[in-house]
Each structure stands twice: as C-alpha cells, then as structure tokens.
T-cell receptor
C-alpha cells in the first residue's frame, strides 16, 4: 500500500507559467519531506525539503507547501523553464525515504 | 568530487543467470541504500546499510536477492537466479549521518530476457 502518493503521472505546462506538482501521504507521523528531480538516464537529485514545523519553504523558483491537516504537499515552480522537464518524486523521510511514484513534468515553449 | 558510482550502467542477461550490481558510495558517507525503480511501484527501498552493517532489508523481494557491503567503499546487490520480473532500474544512494539528503548514482538498467 502506497504511503506516499503522486496521483498525476504527468503534467504539461507552458514555459513561463506555474507548474504545481502534488503529493499526498497517509501517515500523520511523517514530519519531513523532500522533492527529488530526475532526468532520463540519471539518478534522482535532491531539490528541496520541508519540515513539518513549517508550512512553506522557498528556494529560488521552487517553493514547497505543506498542509499537515490534509496530509498534502505541493511543489510550485515559477516560472517554469524547459530545463525543468523531468520526473519529480516526493518522499517522506522516516528512518528511510518513502517515495511516491513520480510525476513527469514537460515544459513546452 | 566524485558522486556515487554504479556499474554496470546496463545489463542484459538471460533468465536464470546470476546478476551482480556494484556501487561505490561517496567517500565519508556512512549510509548506503539500494533502490529499485519500476513503472508500477516507483522507487522502492530494497536495503540499507549503516557503517557497512545491514540495517533494514525488509524491502528485499525474496531470497534470490542479496546485498553485501564488505567495506566502506563498495557494495554489491546480487540476484540469483534472475527472472524477467526483476527487470528494472536499480539505484544506489549514499548519505552522511544527520539527515543530509541522499545522493544517488545514475543507476543500472537491468533487463532479464
């Protein structure tokens, strides 16, 4: 049973617009979350994280929002660029990482 | 600095053969993780080590899978005998103690015919 879920397998966004990637989790004890980005034929690379003591964390064009009551987090990319086209994984960090199945983002000109 | 190094990058073999995947973690990293990526299940943790000791192997699918870490700079994941359903991309990752994000290798794409 998936404890971390990314229900949208793919997302297509025009360059310059906002990309919003969503992630849901089932365990209210999860208190630290990460987003990883993965290009084809490469390993995932860390993008941004958030602790449950915060509801927002920002790093340049990337912002992660956490709604603990809804057990939901989202990654916003503004403005989206073609180089952002990749698969994005959210993960809950317990004593190990529990990953979602990923969302493939395509940013077109 | 060199990242996590995995070999081979691609492996194609016939069902029933033994497969050995290799990983060199980042120097100084105390934790090493093996993951499997499939379309259906995404990234699944198979096993992880701390200071060369296996800590959690609950993700290892069955006895055909085994992993070792004989020293701080090398780990292997072995499948014997291999089956077509083992076809996937296998990733190795490493991290330090203290919650630093894991660093992933570029993976081994395994195809069992």
């Amino acid at each position: 049973d998936q404890q971390v879920k990314q229900n949208s397998p793919s997302l297509s966004v025009q360059e310059g617009r906002i990309s919003i990637l969503n992630c849901d989790y089932t365990n209210s004890m999860f208190d630290y979350f990460l987003w990883y980005k993965k290009y084809p034929a490469e390993g995932p690379t860390f993008l941004i994280s958030i602790s449950s003591i915060k509801d927002k964390n920002e790093d340049g064009r990337f912002t992660v929002f956490l709604n603990k009551s809804a057990k939901h987090l989202s990654l916003h990319i503004v403005p989206s660029q073609p180089g952002d086209s990749a698969v994005y994984f959210c993960a809950a960090d317990t004593d190990k990482l529990i990953f979602g199945t990923g969302t493939r983002l395509q940013v077109f000109p | 600095d060199a990242g996590v190094i995995q070999s081979p990058r691609h492996e194609v073999t016939e069902m029933g053969q033994e497969v050995t995947l290799r990983c060199k973690p980042i120097s100084g990293h105390d934790y090493l993780f093996w993951y499997r990526q499939t379309m259906m299940r995404g990234l699944e943790l198979l096993i992880y080590f701390n200071n060369n000791v296996p800590i959690d192997d609950s993700g290892m699918p069955e006895d055909r899978f085994s992993a070792k870490m004989p020293n701080a700079s090398f780990s292997t994941l072995k499948i014997q005998p291999s089956e077509p359903r083992d076809s996937a991309v296998y990733f190795c990752a490493s991290s330090t103690d203290g919650g630093e994000p894991q660093h992933f290798g570029d993976g081994t794409r395994l195809s069992i015919l």
